[in-house]
Every structure is written in structure tokens, then in C-alpha cells.
């Protein structure tokens, strides 16, 4: 039995109908003006128009521009920092998807596959939104060694990428291959200090084959997701790829808070200065 969330179609549905009903309510229970051939007071004909301009607007929002067009999400962990931080507040758009397929270097916000709920501690039926970065998409060979990230045999420049470094109480780095249509990694505690290859599904590793295998490519309808925060992040280097059905919308914008509102294209590619961090987000990390 699934649960039922604040978004879910039932929720929209009963929301605005109990604006609808608050409105015949007070159509039904307001007295009549005498004065005016019964007709109702000015007060009670400014509340009614009141409630009808809310249930049109509402409605709108819920079954229009929530659905299809845009919706706020809130960012609760520093995988994506610095271009997201804890507490951002942006605007997703989920046409663009509908127009164009996703490229790289968009910010996505998908539904996390089971491999990333479980990977995380959670229940693999959940339904969980995540937001990444697209680092491959159908067809491209990628590929990490120690920080550096290939694609099509080329040298990724990102400069919205961040690294946490060594005894930072994380680790260091991390090598990433595509094998077989199945994503492997292995961690470095230290730097120059590879421990061994896992796989993203769990299985037993043939350590030589991954490590003599050539990179392979994104298998076709399927996105290739990291955080910018490479190495505190729960994504796709460790849980594999995200099917183009999970995909949500793109990130268009931060809203909120006010110091931090701007296009995600401009604060992915010209990166602000880090803000120091207050105490609770420090220990929200």
C-alpha cells in the first residue's frame, strides 16, 4: 500500500474541494442584505470572490504548473555543494525535458533508483527525489582516476567540482569505471592508496578483469549522475545509472535565501566564494 504525500493527486484534489466547500459555506450561512432585494452583503460577496480567486489559483499551481511546468525543492545535505548548500531553496523545470533530452553538466532532479535508496540506508521502495549533476549521457564512455573525470577519452574542465581533502573523516578519492553496462569503484583512503574495486550491485568482483578492462559507455536510455561535492556524495559512482523515465526536471534557479538567489548555470560555471559555515550546518555535514 503506498503511501499518500502532500503532493499526490488525492491531496490536490482534496484541498481545493474543501476551498470550494468553504466558499458554499459561506454562500449558504451568510445573511441576506434586506436593503438590496436579498442579495448577499458586501463583505460576504468579497470573501466568496476571495475563495474562487484562491481555488483558481491553487488549482492552477496544483494541476498545471506543479504537474508540467515548475516545481520548488529544498536541499537538505552538502552532496551538491558549493554550487547547492543546505537549505537552498530552487525552481525546477519540468518541461524542459518534454522540449530536449537531458545534456551534460544539467542539474537534475530525478527519482532515486533503489540501488541509491539502499546504497543510502533506506527502504528501496521509497520514493525519494535526489538532485545531481549529468556527467554522461547515453552512449558516452566515462571514467574516473584519482579526482579526474574522462569522457569520450577527454579530460574533464569542472568548475563547479569540490573535493573534501585528506582526514577530512571522509574518503580521499575514488577511480570509476562502466563494465560490462555496470558501474565499478574503488575508494582511496589516502592519496596513491586504491583499495579494492566494488561493483554497484553488490556482486563479488574479479578484481584483475576490472582493472584490465577498458571503460565502457552509458547504456542507452540511462544518465550517468554525480554530486559536485565528489566525494561526499551518495550517487552514481557508487549505485550506477538513473533510467531516463526517473528524470523530474532540470534545476533552473535558487529562490531562496535571498543572498543566494541566482541562475544555476551562472553559480555552476562562475562558482561564488565559499560562505563560512554556521554551526548547525557544519554539524548537519
Known amino acids: 500500500m503506498s503511501n499518500l504525500h502532500i503532493d499526490s493527486w488525492p491531496w490536490k484534489i482534496a484541498l481545493v474541494l474543501a476551498i ?3 466558499r458554499e459555506f459561506v454562500r449558504l450561512v451568510s445573511p441576506k442584505d434586506a436593503t438590496v432585494g436579498g442579495d448577499l452583503g458586501e463583505n460576504t460577496k468579497w470573501l466568496i470572490e476571495t475563495l474562487d480567486s484562491a481555488a483558481i489559483a491553487i488549482g492552477l499551481v496544483l494541476f498545471v504548473i506543479q504537474p508540467f511546468l515548475l516545481q520548488a525543492f529544498y536541499i537538505p545535505s552538502g552532496s ?3 554550487t547547492l548548500r543546505i537549505r537552498d531553496r530552487l525552481l525546477v523545470s519540468k518541461l524542459i525535458y518534454r522540449l530536449r533530452e537531458p545534456r551534460r553538466e544539467d542539474v537534475i532532479v530525478f527519482n532515486a533508483p533503489p540501488a541509491a535508496l539502499t546504497a543510502a540506508g533506506q ?3 521509497e520514493e525519494t ?3 545531481k549533476r549529468c556527467i554522461g549521457v547515453p552512449g558516452d564512455v566515462v571514467y574516473a582516476k584519482n579526482r579526474m573525470y574522462y569522457v569520450n577519452g577527454k579530460l574533464q574542465t569542472e568548475p563547479y567540482v ?4 585528506f582526514n577530512s573523516g571522509i574518503d580521499y578519492s575514488y577511480d570509476m569505471k ?3 553496462g555496470k558501474v565499478f569503484h574503488r575508494e582511496y583512503e589516502a592519496p596513491n592508496a586504491p583499495d579494492l574495486w566494488k561493483g554497484s550491485d553488490g556482486d563479488t568482483v574479479d578484481q584483475e578483469k576490472i582493472e584490465n578492462a577498458a571503460p565502457g559507455k552509458v547504456p542507452q536510455g540511462c544518465y550517468f549522475m554525480l554530486g559536485d561535492h565528489r566525494n561526499n556524495s551518495n550517487d552514481g559512482h557508487i549505485w550506477g545509472f538513473v533510467p531516463r523515465e526517473n528524470i523530474i526536471g532540470k534545476a533552473v ?5 535571498p543572498t543566494r538567489v541566482g541562475l544555476l548555470d551562472n553559480m555552476s560555471f562562475h562558482p ?3 560562505e563560512p559555515l554556521t554551526a548547525d550546518v557544519a554539524n548537519a555535514q
Open 253 to 257: 534557479c535558487v529562490f531562496w535565501p
Open 178 to 180: 562502466i563494465v560490462d
Open 129 to 131: 527525489d535526489y538532485i
Open 272 to 274: 561564488r566564494a565559499p
Open 80 to 82: 551538491m555543494e558549493d
Open 162 to 165: 569540490k573535493w573534501s581533502p
Open 20 to 22: 470550494v466547500g468553504a
Open 123 to 125: 527502504s528501496g521502495e
